[in-house]
């Protein structure tokens, strides 16, 4: 079973390959990070069923949204102006901390716990879907083909975000500040596509985020609350462009 030390390797590895423009190569080591988180939700699946079997009075609980784990960016934010830079070109990481006296080393290598595997799913499709999203950038933005594969991994990360994890969400979780993005370049991308109804639909997952999350993250609220804004007008930018 995966651990989440192999699985922060990966999407660091990753991470910094984005970071330096290798985005074909941050996408092949982001798709082995998957493959192994895939793995271990089998596993973690298994697991609950034969725990659920074992004592059927024992319901499952609602975690934290992000136990344990921090994502974060590597500055403290990307500013977004639409009329600059369209969408939110950061790769995410992520790290384990613990307030109990042990070594990171033995809290890394332990396998996963659902929330845990959860966020970190979220942030490696995020990552994939920023590959793609970056390399049509790199191709001048003449391969939609490249928009429909990264909006397919923002909508696969926005998808495991939903039911008893939404209601464990609190306006003070850091997670919120990771999926601000994942909804503002589903957003773009669809905008790109002339996609109007999903377009729509994206932003305004991010304007309920927004709402939801107040004046607990300032400086994200802030520049996300101007890329609704500014995706919240009816247009159509592939029909522009």
């Known amino acids: ?39 271990s939700a089998l596993t973690l699946q298994q697991s609950t069923d034969a725990n659920a079997n074992a004592n059927a009075n024992i319901t499952a609980s609602v975690a934290s949204a992000t136990p344990n784990i921090t994502l974060h960016a590597n500055s403290t934010q990307e500013q977004i102006d639409p009329t600059k830079s369209e969408f939110f070109h950061q790769p995410f990481f992520f790290q384990e901390v613990s307030t109990y006296d042990v070594t990171t080393s033995t809290l890394l290598e332990q396998p996963f716990t659902p929330e845990k595997h959860t966020a970190c799913s979220v942030c490696c499709l995020f990552n994939l879907g920023l590959c793609f999203h970056l390399e049509w950038m790199k191709h001048n933005k003449t391969k939609a083909c490249l928009l429909v594969k990264a909006a397919r991994f923002y909508e696969q990360a926005l998808s495991l975000v939903s039911g008893s994890y939404v209601a464990s969400l609190q306006p003070t979780d850091a997670f919120l500040k990771v999926l601000m993005p994942i909804c503002a370049n589903a957003t773009h991308c669809h905008i790109q596509l002339g996609n109007r109804s999903q377009a729509t639909y994206f932003n305004q997952r991010l304007v309920q985020i927004l709402e939801f999350s107040g004046d607990c993250h300032p400086q994200s609220s802030q520049m996300f609350s101007f890329n609704a804004f500014f995706n919240s007008f009816p247009r159509n930018t592939a029909d522009i462009a």
Request: overall charge positive; glycine content about 6%.
């Open 1 to 39: 079973m995966a651990t989440v030390e192999q699985v922060r390797s990966l999407n660091a590895n990753s991470g910094n390959l984005i970071e330096q423009g290798q985005f074909k190569q941050a996408a092949s080591v982001l798709s082995r990070a998957i493959a192994k988180l895939t793995a």
